[in-house]
């Protein structure tokens, strides 16, 4: 047990050590991570953001149900636990013909050309709000069949419109991140073999005097491993910072019509997971692979 404790902090003794021996080509490595995880870390949080605009923009995108001009307020009221029941409702708004004639005074009579009005013009209506946008045809025939409903109005081409960008969003955002992702695992293993290779020399010298295949691999893992490590938390530093910094810099311009997601646990605890294990799998899997070839001497 002891023999084994006194291997494994030699281990790292040596990873570390040699880390600061050849520091140019440790520094090289990790700024290539940390540049990696930051493009792909900013291209991730776009695209949730990208996502969120859509699902405001499906939540605004709402059905009205219009009642039946012989029903009182009260029994038009009464309707909403029915309305609710449907599947893929989620929520409803009742609006009186009162209500429905202030908005529309508000929003387009601009001259008083409306001003004499009576709210027996309009009908009590609801404002209905979907689960899944994908499936607001089928809530609206829903609606249609209850007997109380007379029209219901619902803007399908916008729908759809929503739909079909909500997916070729999440596919562009998959296909980009995979080519990213390729890309920059090429360049940082190759960026580890050629720090493998400077010391080619020192491998080939400590087989020559016996030591084993595991005995020369394990500082280079623990050295990988702290590399990767080391780019991984700098690139979440870094990504936080300039999250933050667009975020205020968003908020300084007053674009009430869009606000930046928070990065909350739901979202940083994630990209935390991500960078570790990217930083992890390309520090001590590269140095893993490059090694390969020098052993076999």
């Given at each position: 047990?002891?023999?084994?404790?006194?291997?494994?902090?030699y281990?790292?003794?040596?990873?570390?050590?040699?880390?600061?021996?050849?520091?140019?080509?440790?520094?090289?490595?990790?700024?290539?991570?940390?540049?990696?995880?930051?493009?792909?870390?900013?291209?991730i949080?776009?695209?949730?953001?990208?996502?969120?605009?859509?699902?405001?923009?499906?939540?605004?995108?709402?059905?009205?149900?219009?009642?039946h001009?012989?029903?009182?307020?009260?029994?038009?009221?009464?309707?909403?636990?029915?309305l609710?029941?449907?599947?893929?409702?989620?929520?409803?708004?009742?609006?009186?013909?009162?209500?429905?004639?202030?908005s529309?005074?508000?929003?387009?009579?601009?001259?008083?050309r409306?001003?004499?009005?009576?709210?027996?013009?309009?009908?009590?209506?609801?404002?209905?709000?979907?689960?899944?946008?994908?499936?607001?045809a089928?809530?609206?025939?829903?609606?249609?069949?209850?007997?109380e409903?007379?029209?219901?109005?619902?803007?399908?081409?916008?729908a759809?419109?929503?739909?079909?960008?909500?997916?070729?969003?999440?596919?562009?955002?998959?296909?980009?991140?995979?080519?990213?992702?390729?890309i920059?695992?090429?360049?940082?293993?190759?960026?580890?073999?050629?720090?493998?290779?400077?010391?080619?020399?020192?491998?080939?010298?400590?087989?020559?005097?016996g030591?084993?295949?595991?005995?020369?691999?394990?500082?280079?893992?623990?050295?990988?491993?702290?590399?990767?490590?080391?780019?991984?938390?700098?690139?979440?530093?870094?990504?936080?910072?300039?999250?933050?910094?667009?975020?205020?810099?968003?908020?300084e311009?007053?674009?009430?019509?869009f606000?930046?997601?928070?990065?909350?646990?739901?979202?940083?605890?994630?990209?935390?997971?991500?960078?570790?294990?990217?930083?992890?799998?390309?520090?001590?899997?590269?140095?893993?692979?490059?090694?390969?070839?020098?052993?076999?001497?």
């Open positions: 047990m002891r023999v084994s404790r006194n291997r494994t902090f281990y790292i003794k040596e990873g570390i050590s040699s880390i600061f021996t050849h520091s140019l080509m440790s520094f090289a490595t990790i700024c290539i991570i940390v540049a990696f995880l930051v493009i792909m870390g900013s291209f949080l776009l695209a949730i953001n990208i996502n969120s605009l859509i699902g405001e923009l499906e939540n605004d995108n709402i059905v009205l149900a219009y009642v001009e012989n029903l009182s307020e009260s029994d038009a009221r009464n309707l909403q636990p029915k609710i029941s449907i599947p893929n409702v989620a929520s409803v708004n009742f609006i009186s013909r009162e209500e429905a004639m202030e529309f005074i508000g929003r387009y009579d601009e001259t008083d409306y001003k004499d009005i009576d709210s027996t013009w309009f009908r009590h209506r609801y404002a209905v709000y979907v689960e899944d946008v994908a499936l607001i089928e809530t609206q025939q829903a609606l249609r069949y209850i007997p409903i007379a029209t219901v109005n619902a803007n399908l081409m916008i759809k419109g929503l739909v079909t960008l909500r997916k070729v969003v999440s596919w562009v955002s998959i296909i980009i991140i995979a080519v990213l992702l390729a920059s695992l090429f360049i940082m293993s190759n960026t580890i073999k050629l720090a493998t290779f400077e010391r080619r020399e020192e491998i080939a010298i400590m087989k020559m005097v030591a084993t295949n595991a005995f020369i691999r394990w500082p280079f893992i623990f050295e990988g491993f702290i590399l990767g490590l080391i780019g991984a938390l700098t690139a979440y530093v870094a990504i936080l910072g300039l999250y933050g910094l667009v975020a205020n810099r968003v908020l311009s007053q674009a009430g019509f606000q930046l997601v928070p990065f909350s646990s739901n979202i940083s605890v994630p990209i935390f997971i991500l960078f570790a294990a990217i930083g992890f799998g390309v520090g001590v899997g590269g140095s893993g692979l490059a090694l390969n070839k020098y052993l076999n001497v």
